[in-house]
């Protein structure tokens, strides 16, 4: 049978979905997996070199076709912890900013909330790699996974984006959901979302796993990532998706 290839991304904050995922013999008798970073994955989907993948919501108008296969996603109603702009002065006085390579979805959240909702201009500028040691002075990053967890304990000043996005509109927001590029079989999307399900409901089992000195885990899968894909999720999607078309 030809496996379905999906991809997902290699962050802290996937581990508690991919714990099902991965120990699912079932399941990956049907997976061809890959892991990688946001923009990546999302570039593979819409070049159609996977089936599905935990991809960053803002390449959904990219696709062709698309699909959500999953009741699960990484979301925030707060603050989100791990998606952040960086700086060393205060906002006001911010006059560039580095805009991290790794997601679509996090630097054009930005962009939506410094047009519509902080209404400053500052130069933006497309990151490389190892950009981080450039947020100093006036020049500010927006930082997104577990590097972001690190930066906490650098910069100064922090601005979580699903925070501010949470104060601009009054909804939760969605980084990334598991879509498809094609319909996919219902007895196999039934069977991935009840993997997504096992790690969330054995979270010691994915902290120990998975030790971090940066940041508490649990704090960080309990209070800051909102994993279910409820109502209230899709209508922030929908918005920001709507305020994406008008960048």
Known sequence: ?????????????TKPLLYGITRSQELMNQVELTEAYPAKIAAMLVADEIDAGLVPVAVIPRLKEWHIVSDYCIGAVNDVASVCLFSEVPFDNIEKVLLDYQSRTSVNLFKVLLKHYWKKDMVLEDAKENYISQITGTTAGVVIGDRALAQR?????????AGNWKHFTGLPFVFAAWISNKQLPADFINLFNQANSVGLNQLDAVIAENNHSNYNLREYYTHNISYVLDDEKRKGMNKFLELLQQL
Do not use: E, F, Q, R
């Open 1 to 13: 049978m030809k496996k379905i290839k999906v991809g997902a991304v290699s962050y802290l904050n």
């Open 153 to 161: 304990k650098v910069s100064p000043y922090v601005y979580d984006l």
